[in-house]
């Protein structure tokens, strides 16, 4: 059994064939799906998402791609929404500096307003953090003592992940595992614990080898699976079993 923890299929380019993608991932074995709100449309969108499905669960939050546009009433939504039995965090949320779609005073404040919503409902976090490493540890440092959450997309060194993992978060590794030039992130996940370890698609971004150039679908996870295991010279079902378990102990899913 399978637990992808990060998925956004409520995109519109699942938009003609969602049941069916849902569906395929459910018969390979991913029998746990965390879909991510990004905005307060997609926020919206993966708690109904996780109302039709039983095995689906929602987390709600804004991507600091629109962090310029998040207003007090979107706060006040977002807090609505969490309080939905079906929603297991606050995300994703976070730092981009890599697009800096929205400018980066801004994103931070509505990262560390996020955590403040996290706090106040007792929910773990799903972090988004690209080229922002000190800046995304800063906050966590100051703002999320206490919480605990998900780095998705885990793309720093070894020393950040030990310093991340000491703060309480699980790392979360999807298909860029998989590409030829991540010699350097196949060595974090070599060296942390199998037990601090959580697998995702991200789609319909990010997706694996051996399917490069395809949207991204939940079945997909298996493949990342798959490489944790032949890295770590341990049998997939370990991962799978694994990771499943980190995700029941940090979502309660």
């Not at 546009?69 to 309080?83: C, F």
């Not at 939905?84 to 560390?112: H, M, T």
Request: with cysteine.
């Amino acid at each position: 059994m399978f637990t992808d923890t990060h998925a956004h299929l409520d995109f519109d380019r699942f938009d003609g064939d969602r049941d069916e993608v849902i569906q395929a991932a459910y018969d390979a074995g991913v029998k746990r799906i965390v879909n991510i709100g990004a905005d307060m449309e997609s926020s919206r969108n993966s708690v109904n998402l996780a109302k039709k499905y039983d095995f689906i669960y929602a987390a709600v939050g804004v991507h600091p791609h629109d962090a310029k546009g998040i207003s007090e009433d979107d706060y006040n939504e977002l807090s609505k929404l969490a309080q939905n039995e079906k929603v297991v965090a606050i995300g994703e949320i976070g730092l981009d500096y890599y697009y800096d779609n929205s400018p980066r005073k801004e994103q931070q404040e509505a990262f560390k307003k996020q955590l403040k919503l996290a706090r106040e409902l007792n929910l773990p976090i799903v972090i988004h953090s690209r080229d922002a490493k000190e800046d995304t540890l800063a906050i966590l440092e100051e703002h999320a003592k206490g919480l605990e959450g998900i780095i998705h997309c885990y793309a720093y060194d070894l020393a950040t992940a030990k310093r991340l993992i000491d703060m309480g978060f699980y790392l979360a590794f999807g298909g860029v595992i998989t590409f030829n030039n991540a010699k350097d992130l196949r060595e974090v996940v070599k060296e942390i614990a199998l037990d601090k370890i959580l697998i995702e698609t991200d789609a319909p971004y990010l997706t694996p080898a051996p399917h490069r150039g395809k949207r991204n679908e939940s079945k997909f996870v298996i493949h990342v699976a798959e490489k944790i295991a032949e890295i770590k010279g341990i049998d997939v079902a370990e991962v799978a079993e694994k990771t499943t378990e980190n995700a029941k102990d940090l979502l309660g899913i």
